[in-house]
Each structure stands twice: as C-alpha cells, then as structure tokens.
C-alpha cells in the first residue's frame, strides 16, 4: 500500500505551537526562529488545506480544525517514539560482533576486553578474525585496522603511531618481512610473512629481526622476550578503531570506546 507523504517536520512544529499557543516560545522549544515556525505552519495549513490557528486579541488560538488533528497526531507521535524504542531495544546492548587482527587482540585488545567485561554483567564478544569484514554482511558493532586513518568510517586512534624494530635475544642476524613493514632498503629478508602476527611469532621465535607497530610489542619488550634494536619511530599507519556513524551512535559502542581509550 502507498503512503501518503507527511510532512513529519512541519506536524511537529504544529505539535509545539500547539501546546504552548505561541510561535515564540515553540520556537524555542525547537531552537529555530519565530519566522520559521510560522513558515511551517503556514506551509502545513497549505498542504491540508484547513486553517490551524488564528489569532485573537487574546493570543493565537487553535481553530476547531486544528483542534481535531491534535489528539490523534500526539498519539502517532507516541508511536514514533516506542517504534524507535523497539529498535534499539532489538539491538543487543550487552553483545558486541568486533573484527580485529589476531595478532592485536592477542597482544593488546583482550587484556581491555576483559576489563570491561568484568565491569558490565553480562557482556558478551563475537570476534571476527577478518578485520576487514563488511559491516552489513558481518553485522559488525566495531572494527579494528592497522591503517592510516579513518576512510570513510568514524573512527579513533587506539595507540600512537609508531613502530620500532625488534627481535629475541640471541636472535639470528636476518631479516622478517610482512607487507607494511617498511624494511631498510636493500635488505633480503629471510622470512617473508603474511602479516604483523606471524612476522611477531618468528621474531619471538629467534629467527630474526623485524619491525613492528609498537602495541603489537610492547608487552614482549617489558617482559624482555623481545629487544628493540632502535628507538620507537613514527609511522603513517596506526591501529583505529572504526565504523560507519550509525553505530558510533549507540550508547553500548561509545562505552566500550570510552574504555578502551581511556
């Protein structure tokens, strides 16, 4: 069935000038101006083709058309409003779908998500292994790339931008390479990885030296199973944590992000 188009803006602005019985103080109420509300009630009484309010020397006044329309309008408002309520309800406040690079939740993410689990009963994590899995397709909340930057998704930076190179102790004199690692030139790599995990995974092996994002190494330096060979440095790509604005919205994605940033 087609739906009449309803000029939802304009009914709200009725709404307002309706309860209070001024344009002024509706405009207010809804932070535009005076001029503007009497535009849109004009522009509404156009569209019905009925004369809403008028004015007397009392003030404005509804007509008996105006009148008519208010009860069932604030009934469909209240409608709009639990609608929206169910929708949101439907979308699981205490389970988070996240897609990270194994390496980073090993290293970094899941001593975090451990501590907002045991400060919200209940929570629970659906963890995608492909960092960068669709948001529809995978029903992502959040999204976590080593990148130089949001793109097109919002986003914030989890750690500094810096990487550092590293290796075991007593490690052989040779280098690891992963894509992104940005080796000094002329270097033959003895081991060409496929990514920053398994670039780590040899380098804590003792089978050479590589360089790495800085929070991927971090722990392994503290507890000496790594040395770094030269000092932290900057680097175009960092760790963010990402999605599209309408999940950047809800009230569970901005507290997980709250925490993990704090």
């Known amino acids: 069935m087609k739906r009449t188009h309803l000029p939802l803006n304009a009914l709200r602005v009725y709404d307002a000038a309706a309860r209070h019985l001024s344009f002024t103080r509706a405009a207010d109420e809804l ?28 003030g404005l006044e509804l007509t008996p058309e105006g009148e008519a329309g208010l009860d069932p309008l604030r009934e469909g408002f209240l409608q709009f409003e639990q609608s929206v309520q169910a929708m949101q309800a439907g ?59 949001p793109g097109d998704l919002e986003g914030v930076q989890l750690a500094p931008a810096q990487r550092v190179t590293v290796a075991a102790p007593g490690h052989r004199d040779a280098w690891i390479d992963w894509p992104g690692a940005a080796l000094p030139e002329g270097t033959k790599p003895c081991i060409k990885a496929g990514n920053p995990g398994q670039a780590l995974s040899s380098a804590l092996a003792g089978m050479g030296r590589t360089v790495l994002p800085l929070p991927l190494v971090a722990e392994a330096l503290e507890n000496g199973r790594l040395e770094a060979l030269d000092e932290p440095n900057e680097s175009q790509r960092a760790y963010w944590l990402l999605a599209p604005l309408p999940q950047w919205r809800q009230k569970k994605v901005k507290a997980l992000v709250g925490h993990l940033t704090s």
């Open 91 to 149: 979308q699981a406040s205490d389970r988070y779908t996240i897609a990270a690079p194994r390496e980073f939740y090993a290293q970094w993410l899941a001593s975090r998500l451990a501590e907002f689990q045991a400060g919200t009963e209940g929570v629970q994590y659906i963890l995608v292994a492909d960092e960068n899995a669709d948001f529809t397709e995978s029903n992502l909340d959040l999204a976590i790339r080593l990148v130089d930057g």
């Open 31 to 58: 932070a535009v101006t005076p001029a503007a509300v009497g535009q849109q009630i004009r522009a509404l009484e156009d569209h019905l083709g009925v004369v809403l309010f008028r004015r007397t020397s009392k």
